[in-house]
């Protein structure tokens, strides 16, 4: 932290990307203020990302990533009652609110890239723990059997492993990068993450808020398919609704018709999502307005 | 502060239960995820109520009412650009804040109704400066002409005139209470709110948070007529709409059709809004989870 953005500053910002990419509406596929799930609704969401402040706060000043994600992870059940809501979002969330305490926003993102770097066996520790507590589709287990450095997916009964072979959390990213558009920000320093924030930034100029997080995630959604669609299904109905947002896109199908067919067929472009709020946080330090 | 709740948990409290008061839908005559006002939209009462946590933690450890209040309001509008969202919020909610990190939860009323009569002459100060930069329907100029207490409805120039007569936040209340049902809830130790935090709990335990929010809601609105609505038009007109809602309540009209009337006619009933946020307030202090 060195006077750039105070704590608060930052984490308000990490709270409210989080509050405005969930409010976005209609977001094809994902809960948003018209849809919920079975076990989880977009009020979870809202508590969850306020209910986690003070972690979003601390991660200016100190814990690794690993730690802070343990943390993040087990703050946001204490406030609602639908699960896991945000754990691949703290996985970008957590080094761009470091790089931002870090240094002016102009720096942001070779400071994200460094502080990735620099994490330790220690974050990758943490991050298997935070990664068994909420059960996320993070990584299947064949993705793993295929990966050579012995890591397995519960990352339980292979914490010890990690340390012996020196695997970083950063390590783990890597190897995920492949099969997890998430997990590749890291590698791709924050790539997609920035893109979506130059999008957001320049719909919201001539736009309202609510169209500029909806028309940026519809055209990140047709840019790419879906890592989380793929794990949960497969790379073919990942591609399948990259397609479908690409004729949203070019007006050949409309929002509403989209929304309507994921959320009755049940696929939810969750990692999508991840990168929307990381680019709203982008969006909101670089002097956004609601 | 004692030990019995943290200034955060208290803040996210608060922060949360504006969130969760603008988000019930739907929410006849008030902004919702469905409507928002020609200058004034959804997003910016979140935006306003994650921006002005570092307000609300402050308020469990220092700063008078008033103080905390005109800071709020200033902080409020660095996030969003719709105005005033939350001002008549913040007159219940400040005093309930000092009051929960005074104590525990079952000495929350009596230590909230000790707060306010606690106020003094300077937070009478501070409240006008803060009332006068929103430009809130707090009082109109003849409530206050028939004041003997000679206040002016803005409150420039009677800054000096409050000090010399001794006039302390908790007396402006006073006076306004007969035409204010927010400033009345210090009067009455808080009467409705406690009773909104009832209904509230009562309701979430058999149906979801949303429900628990949109039916207190109207069962406040059909108790007593709006004063908000009241000062924006008359008494008349409050107690038509207060009508309506029983109608509702009584399943003579539904909560879709007292909606579109209330939002075509462009009638917003928000000082019971005001009281949603105290009574969402009391019941997340009070341990119910969204």
């Given at each position: 932290m060195n006077g750039y953005f105070t704590p608060s500053y930052l984490a308000r910002c990490a709270a409210l990307?989080?509050?405005?990419?969930?409010?976005?509406?209609?977001?094809?596929?994902?809960?948003?203020?018209?849809?919920?799930?079975?076990?989880?609704?977009?009020?979870?969401?809202?508590?969850?990302?306020?209910?986690?402040?003070?972690?979003?706060?601390?991660?200016?000043?100190?814990?690794?990533?690993?730690?802070?994600?343990?943390?993040?992870?087990?703050?946001?059940?204490?406030?609602?009652?639908?699960?896991?809501?945000?754990?691949?979002?703290?996985?970008?969330?957590?080094?761009?609110?470091?790089?931002?305490?870090?240094?002016?926003?102009?720096?942001?993102?070779?400071?994200?890239?460094?502080?990735?770097?620099?994490?330790?066996?220690?974050?990758?520790?943490?991050?298997?723990?935070?990664?068994?507590?909420?059960?996320?589709?993070?990584?299947?287990?064949?993705?793993?059997?295929?990966?050579?450095?012995?890591?397995d997916a519960s990352g339980t009964g292979s914490l010890e492993e990690l340390g012996r072979r020196g695997v970083t959390m950063f390590d783990i990213m890597q190897i995920s990068s492949k099969n997890d558009m998430v997990a590749r920000e890291w590698v791709d320093g924050f790539r997609r993450s920035f893109e979506a924030a130059d999008k957001i930034q320049s719909k919201r100029k001539t736009g309202t808020m609510n169209d500029a997080t909806v028309l940026t995630y519809l055209e990140m959604l047709a840019a790419e398919p879906d890592t989380f669609i793929a794990k949960k299904y497969d790379m073919d109905k990942a591609v399948y609704v990259q397609g479908l947002a690409l004729d949203v896109v070019e007006r050949r199908m409309t929002l509403k018709e989209l929304s309507d067919r994921l959320f009755i067929e049940k696929i939810n472009p969750g990692s999508t999502a991840d990168l929307m709020i990381a680019g709203l946080f982008i969006a909101l330090v670089s002097g956004m307005r609601v």
């Open positions: 990307a989080m509050i405005l990419e969930v409010s976005g509406t209609p977001k094809p596929g994902n809960i948003d203020r018209d849809h919920d799930y079975v076990s989880t609704k977009y009020e979870d969401f809202l508590a969850s990302a306020v209910g986690v402040y003070p972690v979003l706060e601390k991660a200016c000043l100190e814990g690794g990533i690993g730690q802070l994600m343990l943390e993040a992870s087990a703050e946001s059940v204490r406030w609602q009652t639908g699960g896991n809501t945000h754990f691949g979002a703290y996985i970008l969330l957590f080094p761009l609110i470091k790089a931002a305490a870090e240094g002016p926003v102009d720096q942001l993102r070779t400071n994200s890239i460094n502080i990735v770097k620099e994490t330790t066996v220690d974050d990758a520790v943490n991050f298997y723990r935070a990664f068994s507590m909420v059960e996320v589709r993070m990584k299947k287990p064949e993705d793993l059997e295929a990966d050579d450095r012995g890591l």
